[in-house]
């Protein structure tokens, strides 16, 4: 049910909280530079991170020594896809219906739409454009209560996940998870 909740969260905050991002600002220019510097961060950030955990995690092996075994209960996984082209993985970043992407939770296609909304927003004259982007922030600051709504449950859900792997896994699988977490 927390799992659920989360994924419920994504798609309309990242939505909302993308529009307003672009479309309150009048320069578009702007944002485009911002959207580019904060591209190169992310990507310098997210490589130094990777590297960092991999370091950790070579250095102190978390996680060695656990079996996990598929049950009967595990979701099944799919067959793998067919091969897929370059072409594609382009064509897939491009919502065919957002509402589709949203309850498959396509997040790259929820933004993809977010940005191109966000810029068509801003390009409206600003009595056109207001009512819209009101709403965008009541959505945004509404999805935030919400959030804080689901992490009261965060306790319960990492109870219960705690409780079915050591049910399923035995008590001896806390020392590797411990070992995880403290790395």
Do not use: C
Not at 35 to 56: D, H, P, Q, R
């Amino acid at each position: 049910i927390f799992i659920r909740l989360i994924r419920t969260i994504v798609a309309p905050l990242l939505f909302a909280t993308l529009v307003v991002g672009i479309a309150s600002h009048g320069d578009l220019k702007q944002v485009g530079r911002m959207g580019v510097k904060a591209l190169v961060y992310f990507e310098i950030v997210t490589t130094f991170a990777l590297l960092i955990g991999w370091g950790a995690g070579s250095l102190t092996r978390a996680g060695a020594g656990v079996s996990v075994q598929p049950t009967s209960d595990a979701p099944q996984l799919q067959p793998p896809a067919a091969e897929r082209t370059w072409q594609t993985i382009v064509l897939d970043i491009f919502p065919e219906n957002i509402a589709r992407s949203v309850a498959e939770n396509q997040v790259l296609q929820v933004v993809v739409f977010a940005v191109i909304f966000g810029i068509a927003l801003a390009m409206l004259p600003e009595t056109r454009r207001r009512p819209m982007l009101a709403f965008m922030e009541s959505l945004s600051e509404t999805m935030f209560k919400f959030t804080n709504i689901v992490m009261l449950f965060a306790p319960f859900g990492v109870a219960g996940a705690m409780a079915y792997t050591v049910g399923k896994m035995g008590l001896g699988v806390l020392i590797p998870l411990f070992k995880l977490l403290a790395t």
